[in-house]
């Protein structure tokens, strides 16, 4: 299944600059996308979403894009922090309610 | 700020046998659901529960899982025969219902089962 893709396994960013993630997905009927924080043996943790109705969701510290017609969306943290270090998911879902497809991860490393 | 729990944190059980996983989902929440982990690898849906009974399985919930509200604040996950495979982290997750399309599920902290 891979309908929703992290292609970057890891990232490694210096304390204050902005951290990039990516996830590209595949299937059209997605209309909800999630980015989930994972430090090792917790679950996921809720950061942010953004609905397929929008371009762009900001919280705090924490901006998703999304480009539909590219089916591409990417998570920016600005500034990053040392704190930030976990594992970073990307997941989808279409309708209320339903399932969650799940990205393969990317393990973000902030440098202090 | 309301949490998902799970209980155990970890499961050692042997072939064959039956576990139950428990979960407490958030308390007005009325979506539940389970996901697994298996060791380096993606976080795979399992199942979902609404208004007491399943409204999607993946092809992984065969019949030897069940899933249960056996009260107002427990949700179960139940394995009948335990198999090498379904060796994982278990995650409980549940969402509220509302409106405007959103879907934030919340996830519990897990539970490793380890068959032998």
């Known amino acids: 299944d891979q309908q929703v893709k992290q292609n970057s396994p890891s990232l490694s960013v210096q304390e204050g600059r902005i951290s990039i993630l990516n996830c590209d997905y595949t299937?059209?009927?997605?209309?909800?996308f999630l980015w989930y924080k994972k430090y090792p043996a917790e679950g996921p943790t809720f950061l942010i979403s953004i609905s397929s109705i929008k371009d762009k969701n900001e919280d705090g510290r924490f901006t998703v894009f999304l480009n539909k017609s590219a089916k591409h969306l990417s998570l920016h943290i600005v500034p990053s922090q040392p704190g930030d270090s976990a594992v970073y998911f990307c997941a989808a879902s279409w309708g209320y309610g339903n399932k969650l497809v799940f990205g393969a991860g990317t393990i973000l490393r902030v440098k202090s | 700020e309301p949490e998902v729990t799970q209980t155990p944190s970890h499961q050692v059980t042997q072939m064959g046998q039956e576990v139950i996983l428990r979960c407490v989902p958030i308390s007005n929440h009325l979506y539940f659901y389970w996901y697994r982990q298996i060791l380096g690898q993606k976080v795979e849906f399992l199942v979902s529960?609404?208004?007491?009974?399943?409204?999607?399985k993946s092809e992984i919930f065969d019949d030897q899982f069940s899933v249960e509200r056996p009260d107002g604040s427990n949700f179960t996950l139940k394995i009948r025969s335990t198999k090498l495979e379904d060796s994982a982290m278990y995650f409980c997750?549940?969402?509220?219902?509302?409106?405007?399309?959103?879907?934030?599920?919340?996830f519990g902290p897990g539970t490793r089962l380890t068959v032998l």
């Open positions: 997750a549940s969402s509220e219902e509302g409106t405007g399309g959103h879907n934030e599920q919340f």
């Open positions: 299937n059209s009927m997605f209309d909800y």
């Open positions: 529960f609404y208004n007491n009974e399943i409204s999607e």
